[in-house]
């Protein structure tokens, strides 16, 4: 026992030894890292190195740019590597730890001016742009910052050449959606979305993502560059990165804000009352019909105007109502009434992101809160976001990365314009003429004024849930080998409630009525749930052989798409305050549902090879499938090829003395293939995913038309014939660019050519007899293409303290139909040759001037019968004496031309901002510089011959009169005893085909970042504000009668107002 104290005491004391010796040993280096402007970095690694035992140790710089190692051994040699994202790898060799010195390093990293901005996302991996050989693009998330946009597409419009984004029915309406297409049509007169992948996975909703989330936006315009994602990508990708912390980086606290004041832009002006009657009465006049207003209604219009009275209308002396329409007095600007002048919005994001030396993070919330512009009842869309962005090492050769996301949209609108924020809500307040009461003699709103509907006739609501979760696994087996493994499941689910409720308004005598279209009562609800899952597993090897180097890819893709659908309906409410499917007594409740699956796997590989960064070849190639064909034809084959040039780096390119001037310089090319399943529907139409099978029709009793016993009976219909052999599509595309640089890498520039071609369109079939007794389906008959190209320049350059950039984009393309089956050339049906968007119409000789004009003119009665002064008179463009439209085929169009083009062509924009001593600048202009537009509507014509759809507005006063022979428009008719019409003089034609080119300030904004030292004591890092104004001013050359936004691409005009939004806000960095 006394042995084995004395030899545990003798260890004890020999351990205190060794380990005070050994802690004598360890020294502190310490040392700070800065950029060469002496800028700190945050979150440098640095890895010292041991040249003796050659173990390593590892250190993060943090935000004073500071970094302490506390347990090297003294006198040892030491190397030190550090390694900064952005900037040039630097190290220090054979550093010796003397003892009792201060061991201090201060290193300064030179930028890689070329590593940021040259690392592009492409299709399962990263590439540098040096060694691209595809047509992409790659922008930074900044460009939507600080806008006040309710969706992420809305920001992209002009940030990347032949992106093309378009504002659809909803307009300026608060929850309006835009399309997106890159490179124009894709199909007969149609113009295809692209791919939307988010953070590596395929079929997100782009407008589901917060903008303030977004790292970069990366846009794949060639089938070379998208055929790894197969028959999912034949119209091009858009892929998202979102932002993700850093290894070693505190905890950043990032707060933005926007408030937004918004005034609508380009409402038309409504005539007064007494003007309008007038132009009336004179359109009727003209048709040969008795005067619609009486002298009466215009004196107490004239009255009312002048203030002898001041109520809108009084009782109808015939009936119990108010006088409306053509008898009351009221003298009203409907859209000025429908409208607010302004309406504010907000927009709040908050995010935490950081890191360990093994885990990243980044979590962001955002609020978007806007409000429309509707007076009455209003209408309101709100989003919330959630993200979270987390990986971590697990260990050295595995990570896991988790990415959850989760959108909430709340769209809530009065349901008497339920779903008529397009053109049918715009023309029901066109069509309020200027005369009818907003408020009775009693004060009340008017029940034609529709604003107690809106006030009191329930409400319409949209609730969108979109959850998505991505889990990964990356393993990093061996160097230069990295493989993926990753699930995701997304959803998009869909509750619509709409409330019909009975609003009653007060008669003279003191009786109601119910308004109509509020009774009966009723309430419906619907709801949507699509899910999607897919299963990735890829893997890459990059590994270089002397001046060879080479990056493979091989994955495989796996996706279920399951959409489930139900509606009901009842009416007759027992309680208008209780809207329940189960408290109703009217009829049998509407009922249906539906339900659709499809599958698709995909099995791809793409090859990378350069020789000394000069030579560059990719081959890609993708095997697809899909449930939406029937066996034998589900499978297709996407294969892609491109190749590079670096020409600046061969040798005699240095010799030639010019690569001081050009700097950089590469040609390259590329060809791709991709099927396309979509068979020209859109994503949404379920009903066409399986269009191989027969399907049966169904109707009620109430609705058949067969007769059984006495009786209407239920019935099902015998199904239509269908084709087994539909099959893909084909998109085959072919690109040529150019990218350069000059002047010291401050110019660059990009160009690409291109022309795809879709074929094997699915259009009509060949004729059959029509005792076949039935309708033929759809075969692979059609073919077109589209030719266009893409021009992108930029300068960036510092003068001083002062740091500017300006970059101008331009793009143009042209769709044309290459095979259709029209064998006789019917104009009224695609033809061979056909290009997309043409306008067929008359050219325009002027009016006739009198009945002796007609007489002597070129017969018109091929197209009217009826003609006189004031008409339009027409050129007689094949000399015939008659004009008519022939036998309307290509062969004989009789006087039908080609007037113009309804494709925006030439879109541009430009993009600039500047810098100094934290003052910032930008602004984004955008435009197209040649369109055609055709209106036909009362929007453009005012008076269309119906009285009750007639909306004439100031700009219809300047028209044909005998004493204004000259008049914009031409002579007016309202329907009358002559059966004389407006609609002859309204065909298409010279005369009224608008210049709908444009060019509109989308946005300028204005900066300051207040100096850090002004807060530094309470831990604020940065702090900006700023104030910003969307569509601040348009300059066009259209025709200041057209009532028309040259932005919007809706034909007749009628469209929700676009806004001009005043914005100021701030970002507040912790």
């Known amino acids: 026992m006394m042995r084995f104290k004395i030899k545990l005491g003798l260890m004890t004391f020999l351990a205190g030894v060794s380990l005070n010796t050994y802690a004598q040993s360890l020294v502190k280096v310490q040392g700070t890292v800065l950029s060469e402007s002496g800028k700190t970095l945050q979150a440098v690694s640095i890895r010292a190195v041991d040249l003796q035992d050659k173990k390593a140790s590892l250190q993060l710089s943090d935000s004073a740019g500071r970094f302490v190692f506390k347990n090297l051994q003294e006198e040892h040699h030491y190397n030190l590597y550090f390694t900064y994202v952005g900037y040039n790898d630097d190290s220090i060799t054979n550093f010796v730890i003397r003892k009792g010195e201060v061991n201090s390093i201060l290193m300064r990293l030179k930028e890689d001016k070329t590593a940021l901005q040259d690392v592009v996302i492409v299709g399962y991996g990263t590439q540098t742009k040096t060694n691209l050989t595809g047509a992409i693009t790659q922008i930074s998330g900044k460009v939507l910052e600080d806008r006040p946009i309710s969706r992420l597409s809305q920001g992209l419009q002009g940030a990347v050449a032949n992106l093309n984004i378009t504002t659809q029915y909803g307009g300026g309406a608060p929850n309006a959606t835009q399309s997106l297409n890159i490179r124009g049509y894709t199909g007969l007169g149609t113009s295809g979305g692209p791919l939307i992948v988010i953070d590596g996975v395929q079929g997100g909703d782009i407008d589901a993502i917060n903008p303030n989330d977004v790292e970069s936006i990366t846009v794949v315009k060639d089938a070379a560059s998208a055929a790894v994602y197969g028959s999912s990508a034949p119209n091009g990708v858009i892929l998202i990165t979102t932002k993700q912390g850093k290894i070693g980086a505190k905890s950043t606290i990032t707060y933005n804000n926007n408030f937004n004041i918004a005034t609508p832009i380009g409402l038309p002006k409504m005539l007064n009352s007494v003007t309008f009657a007038n132009l009336t009465n004179e359109a009727f006049e003209n048709a040969g019909s008795a005067d619609w207003f009486a002298p009466d209604v215009i004196q107490r219009m004239k009255d009312y105007q002048a203030g002898k009275i001041t109520t809108q209308t009084e009782p109808d002396p015939t009936g119990t109502n108010w006088l409306e329409w053509g008898a009351a007095n009221?003298?009203?600007?409907?859209?000025?009434?429908?409208?607010?002048?302004?309406?504010?919005?907000?927009?709040?994001?908050?995010?935490?992101?950081?890191?360990?030396?093994?885990?990243?993070?980044?979590?962001?919330?955002?609020?978007?809160?806007?409000?429309?512009?509707?007076?009455?009842?209003?209408?309101?869309?709100?989003?919330?976001?959630?993200?979270?962005?987390?990986?971590?090492?697990?260990?050295?050769?595995?990570?896991?990365?988790?990415?959850?996301?989760?959108?909430?949209?709340?769209?809530?609108?009065?349901?008497?314009?339920?779903?008529?924020?397009?053109?049918?809500?715009?023309?029901?307040?066109?069509?309020?003429?200027?005369?009818?009461?907003?408020?009775?003699?009693?004060g009340a709103y008017d029940q034609i004024s529709d604003v107690p509907l809106q006030l009191y006739g329930g409400r319409y609501n949209e609730n969108w849930d979109k959850p998505t979760i991505t889990g990964e696994f990356v393993f990093n087996l061996a160097k230069g080998w990295s493989t993926t493994v990753n699930y995701t499941y997304d959803a998009t689910l869909n509750n619509i409630s709409n409330h019909v409720k009975t609003v009653y308004y007060t008669n003279p005598d003191g009786s109601q009525s119910a308004i109509g279209g509020s009774t009966p009562n009723g309430f419906s609800r619907s709801s949507k749930d699509n899910t999607h899952q897919v299963v990735n597993a890829f893997s890459t090897y990059e590994k270089s052989y002397g001046n060879h180097h080479f990056k493979l890819l091989g994955g495989f893709e796996s996706e279920l798409y399951q959409n489930e659908g139900q509606s009901a309906s009842v009416s007759n409410l027992f309680s208008d305050n209780v809207p329940s499917l189960s408290l109703a007594y009217g009829t049998t409740p509407s009922v249906s549902d539906n339900s659709a699956e499809l599958a698709s796997e995909g099995i791809f590989g793409r090859f990378n090879y350069d020789f000394k960064g000069k030579y560059l070849l990719n081959l890609v190639g993708r095997y697809d499938g899909t449930s939406r064909f029937l066996r034998g034809s589900r499978w297709v084959f996407n294969p892609g090829i491109s190749a590079g040039w670096n020409i600046y780096k061969e040798n005699f390119w240095k010799n030639l003395g010019?690569?001081?001037?050009?700097?950089?310089?590469?040609?390259?090319?590329?060809?791709?293939?991709?099927?396309?399943?979509?068979?020209?529907?859109?994503?949404?139409?379920?009903?066409?995913?399986?269009?191989?099978?027969?399907?049966?029709?169904?109707?009620?009793?109430?609705?058949?038309?067969?007769?059984?016993?006495?009786?209407?009976?239920?019935?099902?219909?015998?199904?239509?014939?269908v084709n087994t052999s539909l099959t893909w599509m084909t998109i085959r595309s072919l690109d040529f660019g150019l990218d350069a640089s000059l002047l010291r890498d401050r110019l660059t520039a990009t160009f690409d050519w291109y022309k795809r071609s879709t074929n094997d369109y699915v259009g009509p079939p060949q004729q059959l007899p029509s005792v076949l007794g039935t309708g033929v389906p759809q075969t692979n008959s059609a073919a077109m293409e589209t030719k266009g190209f893409e021009l992108t320049i930029a300068w960036r350059d510092q003068i001083g303290q002062v740091n500017y950039g300006i970059k101008g984009m331009l793009s143009n393309y042209k769709g044309t139909v290459t095979k259709f089956p029209n064998p006789e050339g019917l104009l009224n049906n695609w033809y061979v040759g056909e290009t997309m968007g043409q306008i067929l119409g008359y050219k325009t000789a002027g009016y006739f001037k009198d009945d002796a004009d007609v007489t002597n003119s070129p017969s018109q009665k091929g197209i009217y019968t009826k003609w006189g002064a004031g008409?339009?008179?027409?050129?007689?463009?094949?000399?015939?004496?008659?004009?008519?439209?022939?036998?309307?085929?290509?062969?004989?169009?009789?006087?039908?031309?080609?007037?113009?083009?309804?494709?925006?062509?030439?879109?541009?924009?430009?993009?600039?901002?500047?810098?100094?001593?934290?003052?910032?600048?930008?602004?984004?202009i955008q435009g197209i510089a040649k369109r055609d537009a055709y209106l036909s509507s009362n929007y453009f014509f005012g008076i269309v011959g119906n009285v009750w759809q007639s909306s004439p507005f100031t700009t219809n006063l300047d028209r044909w009169t005998p004493e204004t022979p000259n008049g914009y428009f031409p002579k007016y008719y309202m329907s009358g005893e002559n059966a004389k019409n407006q609609t002859p003089n309204g065909y298409a034609q010279s005369k009224y085909l608008l210049n709908a080119a444009y060019m509109r300030i989308k946005n300028i904004q204005i900066g300051y970042t207040l100096p850090k030292n002004l807060f530094k004591q309470i831990g604020v890092q940065r702090l900006r504000v700023y104030v910003s104004v969307d569509n601040l001013a348009t300059f066009t050359p259209m025709d200041n009668h057209s009532n028309l936004d040259p932005e919007l691409s809706i034909s007749d005009a009628k469209i929700y107002p676009l806004q001009r939004n005043y914005s100021f806000g701030l970002n507040l960095t912790f």
């Open 871 to 924: 008409d339009i008179k027409y050129v007689d463009v094949n000399k015939d004496g008659a004009i008519n439209y022939g036998k309307g085929t290509t062969s004989d169009m009789g006087d039908l031309v080609v007037l113009g083009n309804s494709t925006p062509q030439y879109a541009y924009s430009f993009l600039g901002d500047v810098s100094w001593k934290g003052f910032d600048a930008s602004f984004f």
């Open 658 to 721: 010019i690569s001081k001037v050009v700097n950089t310089l590469k040609v390259r090319g590329s060809y791709g293939s991709l099927g396309d399943q979509s068979l020209g529907l859109t994503p949404s139409n379920t009903d066409g995913w399986y269009r191989f099978y027969p399907s049966l029709g169904t109707s009620t009793p109430t609705q058949s038309n067969w007769l059984f016993n006495d009786g209407r009976e239920a019935a099902i219909s015998t199904p239509p014939l």
């Open 330 to 442: 009221a003298n009203n600007d409907w859209f000025k009434i429908y409208f607010k002048k302004a309406q504010l919005s907000q927009q709040h994001n908050i995010s935490v992101s950081g890191g360990t030396a093994k885990t990243t993070y980044f979590i962001g919330a955002g609020y978007n809160d806007r409000n429309g512009m509707y007076n009455y009842g209003n209408d309101y869309y709100k989003r919330f976001n959630l993200r979270a962005n987390i990986s971590t090492e697990i260990t050295k050769w595995m990570k896991f990365n988790l990415r959850t996301a989760y959108s909430k949209e709340l769209y809530n609108t009065p349901n008497s314009y339920a779903g008529r924020t397009g053109g049918n809500y715009m023309h029901q307040i066109a069509r309020k003429h200027p005369n009818i009461p907003l408020y009775d003699p009693n």
